[in-house]
């Protein structure tokens, strides 16, 4: 090609007076300065982008792990578990994580362990907490209740930080339970306790009041409550009785019993 031709070339321009040819800059949208960060990764070292990957997978892993407002379980089996969580059923063995971040501890034909949010507690058949938030600054919060199969209302919940199984008992003056399951959860409440007497259904027994340090279900938690050991196998499960129930507003929701912590 000549050097006449060549600087013709370079001289057309187009409708508009806009130039052409290999001398025209192309256009670019601009990026996202977002984007350009995460893939502009050629002046990074490969410990740079180690850590901008865990930051995005970290980041892709929160958004797809929803909170869990509800957790109810609706089958038991060996070794397996079928849970409604929200609005979705899972089927989980143990050591299983569902997408909603609910794991699946150990499962048998009478209870299930479950850790929420990090928090274990162990849930019998039709067994079912929902908790609610007012807000993100000031947190009001509330528990839902449904009764199992025989009409009772149990929890999930914990005493002084061992995961328990608590029967609602507003016929109970205290919280309620047997020698054994006060030794399970660390309690020496010969040593500690008072010794006193109680009158139940099968008569006059010796109990010894203590005090609870952290009583809690769901995300309801209260300290230095009430308590009485009974000496013998009953009662059969943990009674939350009113030392407890009486520093919450309780309220009925259709069938469910709703426990609100008192602001």
């Not at 013709?8 to 187009?14: E, I, L, M």
């Not at 996202?32 to 930051?55: D, G, N, Q, V, W």
């Not at 501890?105 to 058949?125: F, I, K, Q």
């Not at 938690?221 to 520093?247: N, T, Y």
Request: glycine share 10%.
């Amino acid at each position: 090609m000549s050097s006449a031709q060549g600087s013709t070339r370079r001289n057309t321009r187009c409708p508009g007076g806009m130039p052409a040819g290999p001398t025209s800059a192309p256009l670019r949208p601009a990026a996202p300065h977002i984007l350009s960060e995460i893939f502009s990764t050629r002046r990074r070292s490969p410990i740079s982008r180690s850590l901008l990957s865990l930051t995005w997978a970290l980041l892709m892993a929160a958004a797809a792990a929803p909170a869990v407002e509800s957790v109810q379980v609706l089958g038991l089996f060996k070794d397996r578990a079928v849970v409604l969580l929200g609005d979705r059923q899972r089927v989980l063995r143990p050591g299983e994580t569902s997408p909603e971040g609910v794991k699946l501890v150990s499962a048998n034909a009478r209870e299930a362990v479950l850790e929420v949010d990090g928090h274990r507690a162990t849930y019998r058949l039709g067994s079912r907490i929902s908790t609610r938030f007012a807000g993100a600054d000031e947190r009001e919060t509330s528990v839902r209740i449904w009764p199992g199969e025989d009409g009772t209302y149990t929890v999930a919940g914990s005493i002084d930080g061992f995961p328990v199984t608590l029967l609602i008992d507003t016929g109970a003056s205290k919280v309620a339970m047997n020698g054994v399951q006060a030794k399970r959860l660390g309690i020496d409440y010969q040593k500690v306790g008072k010794p006193s007497f109680a009158a139940t259904a099968s008569g006059v027994v010796k109990t010894y009041e203590i005090v609870l340090k952290r009583v809690r279900i769901g995300e309801i938690e209260l300290q230095d409550v009430e308590a009485g050991v009974i000496d013998g196998p009953h009662p059969r499960e943990v009674l939350l009785g009113m030392s407890f129930l009486e520093r919450l507003e309780m309220g009925r929701s259709g069938k469910a019993l709703e426990l609100r912590k008192r602001p």
